[in-house]
């Protein structure tokens, strides 16, 4: 354990083809298939596909801003960060770094998105908001708390767990870093436990594409994030019931069976 390899690629240098038809093209040619596949994918066409989408969230007319070594300043982050949560990693890592030009992203999340792809491998999006830094660190250690945590890529997973396993994200993330996510203060306590009794029959569902836009995403009648809210104060819940919120056994916690946490609430 914690004898691990990780690679970070960035691919500020095309922020210049963002929004332009060109930019999954220009990115495509500068990565090689590699033990994770192309950039976690199995076929290059899927990650041309996600390369799509990224640009596709070019939403805004302003020009990327160019900031001298923001390659190594990102680099620098992500593996500071990584030191602290390495102990926890049984996998090599490999994190990719693209820019983004996405109004929401920017105004409502600091300038940094973040998504897991497969078991080993994280994309982290960004443009360099005022407190982007800070939002780097953020969204660093919740992504790699996702694949510490791991249990949603072996099997469907459920929308229980998937309520679970962003709280178990953002538990961790606080406990190392402090301060409050924005999705997860984006519902009060009495507003998130009174819908997670709403959509109680929901847990053991599947936690399709469509119910999970509808949950964490706001797609349906349920505010942006919820999902994000019901998580967190249900793992909080948790950590007070079995630690009394101190000493948290963060190894034993991170590898606990999500379904396991939600009979014991
Ligand atoms: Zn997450």
Avoid at 77 to 101: A, G, H, S
Avoid at 129 to 157: D, M, Q, R, S, V
Avoid at 226 to 245: A, C, D, E, Q, W
């Amino acid at each position: 354990m914690g004898k691990v390899s990780i690679s970070i690629y960035t691919f500020f240098k095309y922020s210049e083809h963002l929004g332009r038809k060109d930019f999954s093209e220009s990115v495509l040619k500068d990565i090689r298939k590699g033990r994770n596949g192309y950039a976690g994918w199995k076929y290059k066409s899927w990650l041309k596909t996600s390369l799509d989408f990224i640009n596709k969230r070019n939403t805004t007319n302003i020009k990327y801003p160019k900031i001298k070594n923001i390659d190594s300043e990102c680099k620098k982050i992500i593996n500071r960060e990584l030191r602290k949560v390495k102990k926890f990693v049984n996998q090599d890592l490999f994190i990719y770094v693209f820019p983004i030009n996405d109004d929401f992203i920017i105004r409502k999340m600091s300038g940094v998105s973040g998504m897991t792809i497969n078991k080993d491998t994280i994309y982290l999006e960004i443009y360099p908001a005022k407190t982007w830094k800070k939002e780097l660190a953020n969204t660093t250690i919740h992504e790699i708390t996702h694949l510490i945590t791991g249990y949603h890529f072996n099997k469907p997973c459920l929308v229980g767990e998937a309520l679970i396993h962003e709280g178990i994200a953002e538990n961790f993330r606080e406990s190392l870093l402090g301060g409050k996510e924005p999705f997860v203060e984006a519902l009060s306590k009495e507003k998130a436990m009174k819908i997670f009794k709403e959509i109680k029959s929901l847990l053991n569902k599947r936690d399709t594409e469509n119910i999970h836009n509808k949950i964490f995403f706001g797609t349906g009648k349920y505010p942006n994030w919820t999902g994000y809210s019901i998580g967190y104060y249900l793992v909080k819940r948790y950590l007070n019931k079995k630690f009394k919120s101190k000493n948290i056994d963060w190894n034993k916690l991170l590898r606990e069976y999500p379904n396991q946490m939600l009979l014991e609430l």
